[in-house]
C-alpha cells in the first residue's frame, strides 16, 4: 500500500520513495560504464599527483585501451587530470552522452541532482596550471567554469546565511562567453603539453621575481632580476674575445729604466759582408782575439795547425771557420759565429759566407743582423772584381736593404797590401765609386773606414799617427760602442723564428728573439702545428744558462713537449697571448732588381723570409706604383721588368702550403723578404697585406 509520501510526517515512506526513485533512474538510463560495473561515488577520490600507470585508473574505470563510449581515441591519451578534454573531442562527448539521457552521473551522497535538458559543458582547469602541482589557493572561477570533481566532497559553507556552494557540473546551463576571456586550446601531444608546462613554470618565476622587485611589468620585457651580476653588453662581449687587440694594447709592467737595470747590457748582433776573400772571417777572429775572447793557447794551436797545412798566414780566420772544408778551402760555407763584450754592449758576430753558391745560407744569417759591416778589399783587381764584375759586393750590398739591418759600416781592408801601403788615393778612389751606389740602392748613410783585419790595426785601437795621418776617424770597435741605442720592442708577445734545430740531451732549437721577453718558466706555442712548448733549459752565447732573455738576443733553448724532427727552420716559437699568423697568400710590394727577362703571373721563384724558405709563385700582379709619386696603376700590369715597382700577390706552393709570417708595419723581421731565381737575387719586397683563410 502506497503511503503519503507528500506528508512531512511520514519519514519512512518519505525515504521510501527516495530510494525507488533512485533506483527507477538507474534502471532506466544507459549508465556511464566505462570500464566498471557501476559509478562509485564513495571511491578513492582522484590524486592529480599521482603517476600514470600503465592499466590506467582503476578506481575510475578507465582501462590502458579502452574508448570511451565507443570513442577510441580518448582511450589514448595520457589522463593528467580528470576532466580535460579537448575542444573538439568535447563536443562529440557531449552527442554521446547525451544519447543515453544520462543526468546522474555527479551525484553526492546526499542526493541527486534532477535531470534537465539541454548541452553540456565541462569546466576545465587552465592550460598554463601544472596538473602536477595544484595551487593551495585560487581565485574564485565564474560558475559557468566552476570544476566538477564528484568523489571530493562538498567544502564547508563559508557563513551561516550563505548556502554552501559545491563545485559541480553544470548540466543544460550554457556558459556566457562573455563571462571570462577565452582560453588557448589544449596541447595535442605530449610535446605540446611539456613545452605547456615549461611556460606556465616561467611565467610563475617571472611573476615572482616581479613581486620581489616592485617594478611595473608591461609584458613587453620580461624583469630584471633584483640581484646579481649582470651579463656582459656586447661591446664588452667584444673585447673580451679580441685577444689581439688586447695583447696589443697591453702596456709594460716596468719602465724601461727598469728593463735595462734588470737585463744589463745592450745585445747587438755583427754581420759581415762583403765578395770573396775580402777579409771577413780575418776580420771576425782579429776581433775576438783582441777583446779576450780567445785564449793564448787556442791561438797557438791555431797558429801551428795552419803552418802544418800549408796556410800560415790563416790561422786567425780559423777562430770562426771551424769545419775542415772551411780551412781546407779557405772559404765560408755556412754563417760562423762568434760572441765577444765591451764596457758598453754585448755582441754576436755572423760571418756570412762570401760565394755566390752560398748566398742563401747569407740571408739567414742578415735576417737576424741588426749592424752590417760590408768588407771591401783594397787590393789592385779585387776590388774591381768584386764590384764591378758582377761579384757579390753589389748583391750583398742590396740584400742588407732587405735584412733591415740599422747601420751599416764599409770597412776597406788589406790597406797594408804591398799594391796600397796605406794609399790615401786608393782609398779615396774605392769611397768614391761606393758611397753613391749605397745611397742610391740601399737609402742608408754609410760609414767607411780603412783597417787592416790582418795585422789589427784600426780594429780596437785607432790608427797610430806613424802609419797613416790623413785618417783622424775612430776606430771599428770604437765606432759600435759609440752608435745610438737601438729601439727594441721588449713589450711586443714574444716571437721567435727557428733559425736551426738539433739533438743534443734533447730538442734543441737556435733564434734571434724579434719581440718580447722569454724566461724558463715560459709555456710557448711553435707555430705552425700549434704545439704547446716548455723550456728546459735556456742558453745565450755561453754554455752556461740564463733565466731570461730579451729582444734581440741570440740564444738557444732545449724544448719539452716537442720532438725534432717536428721542427723546420722557418717555424716560429711565440706567445699564446699573441700567434704569428700562417697564410697561404699574402700582398707585397716588390722591388725588382735583376731580372733578365719579364715576370708575370704564373712566375716561380724562391721566398727568402726571416729563417724561412719556400717557393713562391705569382697569383696576380695588382698594381704598378709610379718611381717618384707611389702613386698606384688602376689596371693591373700585364707584366714587369727590372728597375719596377710593383703589387702582387704571391701564393705559397712548397712545404705545408703555409708560410709565417707578418705585416712589415707590425714585424719588420717577419715582413720583409727577398726572392731569388737560378741563384741571383731578382727583388726584395715587404708584406702589405695578410690573406686569411676566411677572407
Not at 702613386?631 to 705545408?656: C, E, H, Y
Request: with cysteine; charged share 25%.
Amino acid at each position: 500500500m502506497a503511503g503519503n509520501f507528500d506528508s512531512w510526517e511520514d519519514a519512512a515512506n518519505q525515504e521510501e520513495d527516495l530510494s525507488r526513485r533512485a533506483q527507477n533512474i538507474n534502471i532506466n538510463a544507459n549508465t556511464f560504464r566505462p570500464g566498471a560495473n557501476s559509478f562509485q561515488p564513495g571511491a578513492a577520490s582522484f590524486q592529480p599527483g599521482q603517476q600514470y600507470q600503465q592499466n590506467g585508473y582503476q578506481n575510475y574505470g578507465y582501462g590502458q585501451q579502452q574508448g570511451y563510449n565507443q570513442y577510441p581515441q580518448y582511450g589514448q591519451q595520457q589522463y593528467n587530470q580528470y576532466g580535460q578534454y579537448q575542444q573538439q573531442q568535447q563536443q562529440n562527448y557531449n552527442q554521446g552522452y547525451n544519447s543515453g539521457q544520462f543526468a546522474a552521473y555527479n551525484q553526492t551522497p546526499g542526493g541527486f541532482q534532477p535531470r534537465q535538458g539541454g548541452p553540456i559543458s565541462i569546466a576545465k582547469r587552465s592550460d598554463s596550471q601544472p596538473a602536477s602541482a595544484p595551487t593551495p589557493q585560487q581565485a574564485p572561477a565564474p560558475a559557468s567554469q566552476t570544476e566538477a570533481n564528484p568523489t571530493a566532497p562538498a567544502p564547508k559553507p563559508q557563513a551561516a546565511a550563505a548556502p554552501p556552494k559545491a563545485k559541480v557540473l553544470s548540466i543544460g546551463v550554457p556558459t556566457a562567453a562573455s563571462a571570462s576571456p577565452k582560453k588557448p586550446a589544449s596541447p595535442t601531444t605530449k610535446d605540446e603539453a611539456a613545452s605547456s608546462k615549461v611556460d606556465a613554470g616561467s611565467k610563475v618565476s617571472a611573476a615572482k621575481a616581479v613581486e620581489k622587485s616592485g617594478e611595473k611589468v608591461t609584458g613587453k620585457t620580461s624583469p630584471a632580476p633584483s640581484s646579481g651580476k649582470s651579463s656582459p653588453t656586447p661591446a664588452e662581449a667584444k673585447k673580451q674575445r679580441n685577444a689581439e687587440e688586447v695583447a696589443a694594447a697591453q702596456t709594460a709592467d716596468v719602465d724601461q729604466s727598469v728593463l735595462e737595470e734588470m737585463y744589463g747590457k745592450e745585445h747587438v748582433n755583427i754581420i759581415f759582408i762583403g765578395h770573396v776573400d775580402a777579409g771577413k772571417s780575418t776580420l771576425g777572429g782579429q776581433v775576438l782575439i783582441q777583446t779576450g775572447m780567445v785564449d793564448e793557447r787556442t791561438l797557438e794551436k791555431y797558429k801551428r795547425d795552419a803552418k802544418d797545412a800549408g796556410r800560415e798566414t790563416w790561422y786567425i780566420s780559423w777562430v770562426l771557420d771551424l769545419n775542415k772544408e772551411e780551412r781546407a778551402k779557405g772559404k765560408t760555407v755556412e754563417v760562423g759565429r762568434g760572441f765577444f763584450e765591451t764596457d758598453k754592449r754585448r755582441y754576436t758576430i755572423l760571418d756570412a759566407p762570401g760565394h755566390k753558391t752560398y748566398v742563401p745560407n747569407m740571408l739567414s744569417g742578415a735576417a737576424q743582423a741588426d749592424v752590417a759591416i760590408l768588407v771591401i778589399s783594397a787590393r789592385r783587381g779585387e776590388f774591381e772584381t768584386g764590384f764591378e764584375k758582377g761579384g757579390q759586393t753589389q748583391e750583398h750590398a742590396m740584400l742588407i736593404k732587405t735584412t733591415g739591418a740599422k747601420e751599416l759600416v764599409v770597412v776597406v781592408n788589406k790597406m797594408d797590401d804591398p799594391t796600397v801601403e796605406w794609399s790615401k788615393e786608393r782609398y779615396d778612389e774605392i769611397v768614391g765609386k761606393l758611397k753613391p751606389y749605397l745611397k742610391k740602392r740601399i737609402g742608408l748613410d754609410s760609414t767607411f773606414m780603412p783597417i787592416s783585419a790582418q795585422t789589427g790595426v784600426n780594429v780596437r785601437d785607432r790608427i797610430p799617427p806613424s802609419v797613416v795621418d790623413w785618417y783622424k776617424g775612430p776606430s771599428l770597435l770604437e765606432f759600435l760602442d759609440g752608435m745610438a741605442k737601438i729601439q727594441r720592442n721588449l713589450n711586443a708577445p714574444f716571437m721567435m723564428p727557428v733559425g736551426a734545430k738539433y739533438r743534443d740531451m734533447g730538442t734543441m732549437i737556435e733564434g734571434r728573439i724579434e719581440a718580447g721577453v722569454v724566461q724558463k718558466t715560459s709555456t710557448l706555442i711553435m707555430m705552425p702545428n700549434r704545439e704547446e712548448v716548455g723550456i728546459a733549459a735556456l742558453y745565450g752565447e755561453t754554455e752556461d744558462e740564463i733565466p731570461y732573455a730579451t729582444c734581440g738576443d741570440q740564444v738557444r733553448m732545449r724544448l719539452r713537449g716537442i720532438e725534432e724532427e717536428d721542427i723546420m727552420p722557418g717555424f716560429v716559437l711565440c706567445s699564446p697571448k699573441r700567434l704569428v699568423h700562417c697564410v697561404k697568400e699574402f700582398e707585397a710590394q716588390i722591388n725588382i732588381v735583376e731580372l733578365k727577362s719579364i715576370l708575370s703571373a704564373g712566375f716561380n721563384c724562391v721566398l727568402h723570409v726571416h729563417a724561412a724558405t719556400e717557393e713562391v709563385t705569382f697569383a696576380a700582379l695588382l698594381h704598378k706604383l709610379e718611381p717618384r709619386t707611389g702613386r698606384k696603376s688602376k689596371k693591373p700590369p700585364p707584366f714587369a721588368a727590372k728597375g719596377q715597382n710593383i703589387i702582387a700577390r704571391l701564393q705559397v706552393t712548397s712545404g705545408g702550403g703555409k708560410i709565417c709570417v707578418e705585416r712589415f708595419e707590425d714585424y719588420p723581421q717577419l715582413g720583409r723578404f727577398t726572392l731569388r731565381d737560378q741563384g741571383q737575387t731578382i727583388a726584395v719586397g715587404k708584406i702589405t697585406k695578410l690573406i686569411l683563410d676566411d677572407e
